[in-house]
């Protein structure tokens, strides 16, 4: 089985021109390039930032973008989305009984668990009591299903101060979970603009890069203002392969966009 794995698309309203590049505009190529190449993935996941300050007319944006995808697709939040107008655009997206935008489904055989860990009006992420019921039931209906799991946010520093300040902070309990549930074969995440990769808990995660720009690789500076960019990311999405173990192989690849 194919899937897409694209992430922090960071939309802003269509004639909104203040943060370059356009992030409607690099969208759109990546998604000419997923339905040129890819139109075979039997999903697209989208892990948060789908706008880059939660408002209607930026997820109207994403609405009308999203739906040129040759295939279907699921989304999770992110530190720069809001809920409410997040649900409202895309009614069809599952909450759970505490309005969290957490669900899971079964997709060839792999049961594909998305997790809400944005905290309103902050950067960093988290996992609350209810979140991590939620999750713990979820995973009990579905032991018998390899299951990977989908979040925004990082749960363990990446070596880069800035973005390790604003990772998702309930580490020592979703490692609990994790022990609990061997399962889980793979965790995809967002946030960090950059491709990275590693095993966290003796599970292998990979990190999707952002649709509209790269983040800067900065092992020094811990404050935004202070990144040092010495070589731009071009606009980037991940394609992955699995089959029925729950075994991945994952491919960046790159956009070009000027």
Known sequence: MKFIHLS???LLARDDLSRPPHAGETLRAVIAEINEYHADAEICVITGDITHHGR???YDHAVELFATLA???IIIPGNHDIREPMLAAFPET???ENGFINHGQTIGGIRF???DTIVPDAHHGTLCDARFDWLKRELANHRDLPTFLFMHHPPLDMGLPFLDSIRMDADVELAAI?????????????HLHRPSNGIWQGIPFNV???SQKGEPFDMRHEKEEELVERAPLKPMFGIVLTDPSGNVRYHYETVQFD
Do not use: A, R, W, Y
């Open 8 to 10: 922090d698309t960071h």
């Open 56 to 58: 209607p007319e930026q």
């Open 71 to 73: 295939m279907p697709f």
């Open 94 to 96: 599952p909450s759970d």
């Open 113 to 115: 668990v998305m997790l």
């Open 178 to 190: 994790l022990k609990d549930n061997p399962q889980i074969k793979h965790i995809f995440l967002g």
């Open 208 to 210: 999707g890069g952002s």
